[in-house]
């Protein structure tokens, strides 16, 4: 599969919360790995609980991932105000197995870093090697490795500023 720099982000619209919602069913079941979480009786992995205030917040933002038109994951934005600092944080971050290791995942978060210009923390839970993996060679590639990196918490953040960054 090759991606194409016209791969869209798309800001996902009241409708579309459904299919996020359907979506993350599939991203806790990857993240089921790394976290302690469990399906219920039912087969089914709980509710998101910030889902609706993607639709509800002035500083949360969320995307849907094509590719071809097909939708393809997700991502959740959120501006964060602590005291005086300011900055943009990638709450939830999900790609389809099917479209994995095929560039999507890269032009999709180049994408969020261009429609919202300032400071960044991208974090990942301590144990999801995989993501800080990602993480790094996306955020290094995009910044030319110009981005700092802290574990705290049991989370590994990289944090960078994109204002200047011309891509």
């Given at each position: 599969?090759?991606?194409?720099?016209?791969?869209?982000?798309?800001?996902?619209?009241?409708?579309?919360k459904e299919t996020i919602h359907n979506l993350m069913q599939f991203y806790f079941y990857d993240f089921s790995e790394f976290i302690d979480i469990y399906v219920d009786d039912n087969g089914v992995f709980g509710q998101y609980a910030y889902l609706d205030n993607y639709w509800q917040e002035s500083r949360r933002f969320p995307y849907l991932i094509e590719w071809e038109g097909k939708v393809a994951g997700f991502v959740l934005v959120s501006e964060v105000q602590e005291e005086n600092n300011q900055h943009w944080s990638i709450s939830e971050f999900f790609i389809m197995k099917k479209f994995r290791l095929s560039g999507l995942g890269k032009l999709?978060?180049?994408?969020?870093?261009?429609?919202?210009?300032?400071?960044?923390?991208?974090?990942?839970?301590?144990?999801?090697?995989?993501?800080?993996?990602?993480?790094?060679?996306?955020?290094?590639?995009y910044t030319s490795e110009q981005y700092k990196e802290r574990n705290e918490e049991?989370?590994?953040?990289?944090?960078?500023?994109n204002k200047i960054i011309k891509k």
């Open positions: 599969m090759q991606i194409k720099q016209n791969t869209v982000i798309k800001v996902a619209e009241l409708r579309d999709a978060a180049y994408q969020v870093f261009e429609k919202h210009k300032g400071d960044w923390q991208v974090s990942q839970i301590e144990a999801n090697k995989p993501a800080q993996t990602f993480w790094r060679k996306v955020i290094g590639e049991r989370r590994v953040i990289q944090s960078f500023c």
